[in-house]
């Protein structure tokens, strides 16, 4: 098994995306990139501890690669933007990749390379991309938020049209008791 780490907003989005996919068998919410030992969400939220909301994905390679990984992290945020996704707003919700060894790295700068010169974005790509860090799992109510809150309003108009949508053009990747 693999691990991959990638900041992209609000972690609750990034998580429900991630769950789904055939290969990826725990996504855990969390803190990583600061300077302050175990911080809380309250501390985070004020955009001055340097850390961002994360996922951590524990994935297997022979089904999912960290390419594939890569290509729906940057289809389902915005990669543009600097601390910034949606309402979200801070430093805790820029767009950032955290390498686990060379090869993730080189992936990682590769991908950014191609999708630049193929212009899939209006401007250009501004995640970062740092060496893995210390990471901090974000508190219980914040693990499988979307699967446990769905009726909650944040679940209802943002979370779930971002899933339907990559339900929809990733159904190859999708768990396929998900798709029943």
Not at 73 to 94: A, E, M, S, V, W
Not at 114 to 123: C, G, I, P, Q, T
């Amino acid at each position: 098994m693999e691990t991959a780490t990638f900041g992209g907003g609000c972690f609750w989005c990034t998580e429900a995306v991630f769950q789904t996919l055939n290969g990826v068998s725990q996504v855990t919410s969390g803190y990583m990139g600061g300077e302050l030992k175990h911080p809380t969400y309250m501390e985070i939220c004020n955009g001055n501890t340097g850390h961002a909301e994360v996922i951590q994905i524990i994935f297997d390679e022979s089904i999912i690669s960290f390419s594939e990984l890569l290509l729906i992290f940057f289809k389902t945020h915005n990669p543009t933007t600097l601390n910034r996704q949606g309402n979200d707003i801070g430093t805790q919700y820029r767009s950032v990749i955290f390498y686990e060894n060379e090869d993730q790295k080189k992936q990682a700068e590769t991908m950014i390379a191609e999708l630049n010169s193929e212009k899939v974005f209006d401007k250009p790509i501004i995640t970062e991309i740092l060496p893995i860090a210390e990471f901090y799992e974000a508190e219980d109510y914040h693990q499988n938020y979307f699967s446990e809150n769905q009726g909650k309003p944040y679940c209802a108009f943002v979370i779930q049209p971002k899933l339907n949508k990559f339900v929809k053009d990733f159904k190859d990747k999708i768990k396929p008791e998900l798709l029943e």
